[in-house]
């Protein structure tokens, strides 16, 4: 049974480009999570799909930051215009459904902004 | 307002000894829902354990408990004779029912067993 899996594992980028993060859940799972950890802390919520839509915008830090869910299953997550501090692990999560109590954790994708 | 707080950045406990993990958290929600996660150096989150706000008994799952203290709003983790591979970053994390899109970490502590 495959996990969640995000690719790429690791994205180095300059200053200024759009960057497209992945994250496909594990299969039946209908919610979906994105959080941010930057070096040293602790998860930061992004935003969060229930099948393909998302409730809750207000956690995405900027209007730079978009994702999008198709199909009821793997999501995208859209870095414009990255910045220095953009540079993160970005992990995403999945689980059965809304009320699910346990969210399942891909190995996340290493953004670096030079 | 800090919705969890871990206190202790850093843990030390010897191998085979047993070993709490401290998390306080702020709600005002009647219903809710407690984690811990373990974080190793890979990178990976893995969960540990879960306490609804109503469940009765303690949540144990192996050699992990979750010491639940409604009144006080603490849930800490205890770690049973602590092996090496328990070395890792551990984070507490709530959901709300009046949020369930949102999971609320803290900042974590950070445990090394030492041999």
């Known amino acids: 049974g495959a996990g969640v899996s995000q690719s790429p594992s690791n994205k180095v980028t300059e200053k200024g480009k759009d960057v497209e993060l992945r994250c496909d859940p594990i299969s039946g799972h209908t919610a979906l999570y994105w959080y941010r950890q930057s070096l040293g802390q602790g998860l930061e919520f992004l935003i969060y799909?229930?099948?393909?839509?998302?409730?809750?915008k207000s956690g995405l830090p900027s209007d730079r930051f978009s994702a999008e869910r198709t199909g009821g299953s793997v999501s995208t997550l859209t870095i414009q215009r990255t910045q220095q501090e953009d540079s993160a692990v970005y992990l995403c999560a999945s689980s059965l459904g809304f009320i699910s109590t346990t969210q399942y954790f891909g190995p996340g994708t290493r953004l670096t902004v030079l | 307002a800090q919705k969890i707080t871990q206190t202790q950045p850093g843990m030390f406990v010897q191998e085979k000894e047993a070993v709490t993990l401290d998390c306080t958290y702020d709600t005002s929600d009647p219903s809710y829902g407690l984690f811990w996660y373990k974080q190793p150096s890979s990178g990976e989150m893995i969960f540990l354990i879960y306490q609804g706000s109503y469940d009765q008994q303690n949540a144990t799952e192996g050699r992990y408990s979750l010491n639940f203290q409604k009144a006080r709003k603490s849930a800490n983790l205890v770690i049973s004779a602590s092996q090496l591979g328990d070395s890792a970053m551990y984070f507490c994390a709530m959901r709300e029912s009046t949020s369930y899109d949102k999971v609320i970490f803290g900042p974590g502590t950070s445990l090394s067993v030492i041999p």
């Open positions: 799909f229930q099948g393909n839509s998302a409730p809750d």
